[in-house]
């Protein structure tokens, strides 16, 4: 599988709505930890899709878009939409990308427009697309809840809210992580 390519497709994502957050680069890094990238790999990453955004003058959805009618786009970017034969990683790639459009809690007509298109590309179902959708929701919730806790008198109580939140955090992702691998579409 082209991780590189992939990791392309989240930074240009990424950088689909002007700016790239500072929770959009940890999520990102945590992304590319799980593809095998390394720093260098990532900073060259980064400076390809500056430089398809600056030089190519295009955006995330003309790049996916023509990417897919090309299946390849002149070595300029090479994420080719068609290589992901798994509808696993099809639904994996979504949510990362949903993830990543939540990382700065503001999920963005730009970045729903490039969800939307790869979600009609790759024919993924809508129940799975609301759930992602639901599971991005309240985890953003739960990090607000995590920053109210943030404020409350250092103690106990609070070291306890504080580990129980991540626990919750990590049970709801965890269960999109299994309703993708059960899916079957």
């Not at 129940?127 to 806790?149: F, G, N, P, R």
């Not at 990590?170 to 579409?185: A, N, Y």
Request: with cysteine.
């Amino acid at each position: 599988m082209n991780y590189k390519g992939q990791a392309k497709l989240y930074y240009l994502y990424m950088m689909a709505d002007g700016t790239v957050s500072d929770g959009e680069n940890r999520l990102f890094d945590e992304i590319c930890k799980e593809l095998y990238l390394n720093a260098d790999d990532k900073k060259r990453i980064e400076q390809e899709c500056r430089e398809i955004s600056n030089e190519e003058k295009m955006n995330c959805i003309e790049v996916v878009e023509r990417n897919a009618e090309e299946s390849y786009m002149s070595g300029v970017l090479d994420i080719d939409l068609n290589k992901y034969d798994s509808d696993i990683n099809k639904a994996k790639i979504l949510w990362n990308l949903v993830n990543l459009g939540y990382a700065d809690s503001e999920f963005t007509i730009d970045e729903r427009e490039i969800i939307d298109y790869l979600r009609e590309y790759w024919e993924i179902p809508d129940s799975l697309y609301q759930e992602m959708i639901d599971v991005a929701e309240t985890c953003l919730a739960l990090e607000k809840h995590k920053q109210w806790i943030e404020g409350l008198p250092d103690n106990d109580y609070k070291l306890e809210k504080k580990k129980q939140v991540k626990k919750d955090i990590k049970h709801v992702q965890e269960t999109i992580f299994t309703t993708i691998s059960e899916i079957d579409f």
